[in-house]
């Protein structure tokens, strides 16, 4: 089935660094999806991307949809310790069928 | 507050214990969803209902029932669960189960732990 390959699995960064982490698959996806999950709740959309080599921003957070349509990034500036959280990205097919990737855990330290 | 609540938020049960767990959205939504998420892997799709119609069932084992009886309410019905079911259920709505710019508003899930 289809599969999203997430990286890193985990990061542990300095306060004020910036942060970089991506999807990559074999098919093609529609639609990309960034989601931030705190600690004890529930996924909370953060940047949706619709078109082929599409940026969007959302604050400090960018991210970008892949020309080829297999792969996504997303990019976080000036870090600051509330983005401490599990990031998953997620892609639709043309059936509609939504795939998550495996989560990067972000830790930073003050 | 995403508009999608879940109860009760954590649940202890022996394998062989009934229990339900409820959702709710208040996003006039038509289409909900359970979700399993266990540590280190992706999120599981378990059931799609859409128009109180159940569209999808990733072969997801008959110990747990989904019962919908409108759009804003989505029930998981758990009887007789092993310890490897334990985990976070996330419970999901969207606009419908369309294809178009239709993306999922998650609930803060339950955390069950099957003794």
């Known amino acids: 089935g289809q599969q999203l390959n997430q990286s890193p699995q985990s990061m542990f960064i300095q306060e004020g660094e910036d942060v970089s982490m991506n999807c990559t698959s074999s098919s093609i996806f529609n639609t990309w999806l960034w989601y931030k999950q705190d600690p004890g709740e529930g996924p909370v959309l953060l940047i949706a991307?619709?078109?082929?080599?599409e940026l969007t921003s959302n604050g400090r957070l960018t991210a970008q949809f892949g020309i080829t349509r297999k792969d996504s990034f997303l990019n976080i500036s000036a870090s600051i310790p509330s983005d401490v959280g599990i990031y998953f990205c997620?892609?639709?097919?043309?059936?509609?069928?939504?795939?998550f990737g495996q989560g990067t855990t972000l830790q930073v330290k003050p | 507050e995403t508009g999608v609540t879940q109860t009760p938020r954590h649940l202890v049960m022996g394998m062989t214990n009934k229990k339900s767990l409820k959702c709710e959205q208040h996003?006039?939504?038509?289409?909900m969803y359970w979700y399993k998420q266990s540590a280190k892997k992706p999120l599981e799709l378990m059931f799609v209902y859409n128009f109180k119609e159940q569209t999808e069932n990733n072969s997801v084992p008959s110990r747990f029932s989904p019962e919908c009886p409108n759009s804003s309410h989505l029930f998981l019905h758990l009887h007789t669960l092993q310890p490897e079911d334990s985990a976070l259920y996330l419970c999901?709505?969207?606009?419908?189960?369309?294809?178009?710019?239709?993306?999922?508003?998650f609930g803060p899930g339950t955390r069950l732990t099957v003794l």
């Open positions: 999901a709505s969207s606009q419908d189960r369309g294809l178009g710019l239709n993306e999922q508003f």
């Open positions: 997620a892609g639709r097919s043309n059936t509609g069928k939504l795939i």
């Open positions: 996003l006039g939504h038509n289409a």
């Open positions: 991307l619709y078109k082929a080599g």
